[in-house]
């Protein structure tokens, strides 16, 4: 005899479905939104940057996440106590120049930020991919380095203001100062 269902029965079963479904919905909601908000988190305005540029906040997190997988595979490394203080005093000629020669000082500030972030084993590469890489563990000054670098990379023909070169300078300071800084290990970074 084949097993039938009453009304009840199926009425029933029906509801437990719907139950059930509602219930693993809510779930998968909650998970993409605490996911996003992480993601939000972590990269600042790289990650309004990444949906504005892949159209969706799960492709955009797709792309982030793989950024960070790619990071975590290269040998990024803090610098030793004398290649600190080269670059440290690297940096104060360059900014000594600025009052003389403004633009020149963008543009060896922009290439001493390329030789800094090469000597923390960051691979050359072209400035969006650079951008990426640094900024999975500098998320806080991406928008800063984007802004800087579009001025130093500026043809003559559409010359920076000296306000535009300051402003370059200062965030260009503002990098300086976080990549030649110790790390500490993820594990206390995301404690803190």
Known sequence: ????????????????LFVVV????????????SRTLAFKNRFGTEYDRAVETHGSSQKAE??????ESRVES????????????????EWQMVQSRFVDHPKAAVTEADDLINAL????????AGFEQRAADVSVSYPRVMENYRLANGVAV??????????????????????????????????ARSAA
């Open 1 to 16: 005899m084949p097993f039938q269902l009453t009304t009840t029965e199926t009425i029933i079963a029906l509801v437990v």
């Open 22 to 33: 509602a219930i693993a919905l809510g779930v998968y909601l909650n998970h993409r939104k």
């Open 62 to 67: 797709a792309k982030l996440a793989g950024r």
């Open 74 to 89: 290269l040998k990024i490394r803090d610098l030793g106590a004398t290649e600190r203080e080269r670059f440290v005093a």
């Open 117 to 124: 972030l090469l000597a923390r084993g960051y691979p050359q």
């Open 154 to 187: 500026r043809p003559g023909r559409e010359e920076a203001s000296t306000e535009e070169l300051r402003t370059a300078m200062i965030q260009y300071r503002a990098i300086f100062d976080e990549l030649v800084q110790v790390q500490r290990p993820a594990a």
